[in-house]
């Protein structure tokens, strides 16, 4: 197997993580916290069943700990806010805990924040969840919807820890968010049913909560005076 492949390994094991998360909690799973510990505890109806550990990466460059949970067989990579040597940190991170012999992180990929950087910084929030994407599709999609959502929450009320978004969500798993004059309207039914059988969600209220952000995103309701 080529070192490709067992990238490409990794994240199918962290989609279905996710997926399994997501399930077993009926809600989206947690991505930015002000608090590590708080991973381990929320949602509280998954991690009752499924403990939870969360220890500091060895060897990174800045914040990063890994969270594992042996009954889903799932580890997660979490880094602060802050680490601007995050790539370089998921690089030991597959080293360590994936046992890869890789020197980098082919260009091909991206490593992402499931939470916008620059609305955890924004609320101050100190921790954010990170995951392995294909770099192509990650740079395509929904770009504009992110920094759309930054802006339009810039004095919304703030709060310490963050579940992942629809749209967010959208493009993790590969379908095209909504954007202001394309509203993919094909892209959100195949997302809907895609979150109805492998995330367990509940349809319509999949679909109301991605209009729903498309519409805040489009909204400049949070400016400044």
């Known amino acids: 197997m080529t070192d490709a492949l067992e990238v490409e390994?990794?994240?199918?094991?962290?989609?279905?993580?996710?997926?399994?998360?997501?399930?077993?909690?009926?809600?989206?799973?947690?991505?930015?916290?002000?608090?590590?510990?708080?991973?381990?505890?929320?949602?509280?109806?998954?991690?009752?069943?499924?403990?939870?550990?969360?220890?500091?990466?060895?060897?990174?460059?800045?914040?990063?700990?890994v969270v594992d949970c042996p009954s889903l067989e799932s580890t997660a990579l979490w880094v602060g806010t802050e680490n601007d040597n995050y790539r370089d940190d998921y690089l030991v991170y597959l080293q360590s805990i994936h046992k890869l012999e890789i020197s980098k992180i082919s260009s091909g990929f991206d490593v992402d924040h499931l939470y916008n950087r620059s609305r955890a910084r924004m609320y101050g929030i100190r921790f954010i969840r990170v995951a392995l994407v294909a770099g192509p599709a990650n740079r395509s999609h929904g770009a504009s919807v992110e920094k759309d959502l930054t802006t339009n929450e810039a004095l919304r009320e703030r709060r310490d820890m963050k579940l992942m978004d629809e749209l967010t969500c959208?493009?993790?798993?590969?379908?095209?968010?909504?954007?202001?004059?394309?509203?993919?309207?094909?892209?959100?039914?195949?997302?809907?049913?895609?979150?109805?059988?492998?995330?367990?969600?509940?349809?319509?209220?999949?679909?109301?909560?991605?209009?729903?952000?498309?519409?805040?995103?489009?909204?400049?309701?949070?400016?400044?005076?």
């Open 9 to 65: 390994d990794v994240i199918r094991r962290e989609h279905d993580a996710l997926a399994a998360e997501t399930r077993l909690a009926q809600c989206p799973p947690l991505v930015a916290v002000n608090n590590m510990e708080n991973v381990a505890r929320v949602p509280s109806t998954l991690r009752w069943n499924h403990p939870t550990g969360v220890i500091a990466l060895s060897g990174s460059k800045g914040a990063a700990h």
């Open 170 to 225: 959208m493009k993790y798993f590969g379908f095209l968010p909504p954007l202001r004059n394309d509203p993919r309207e094909s892209e959100i039914g195949a997302y809907v049913n895609f979150a109805l059988a492998k995330l367990g969600l509940d349809p319509n209220q999949v679909r109301e909560s991605v209009l729903y952000l498309r519409q805040k995103a489009s909204t400049p309701w949070a400016k400044k005076p």
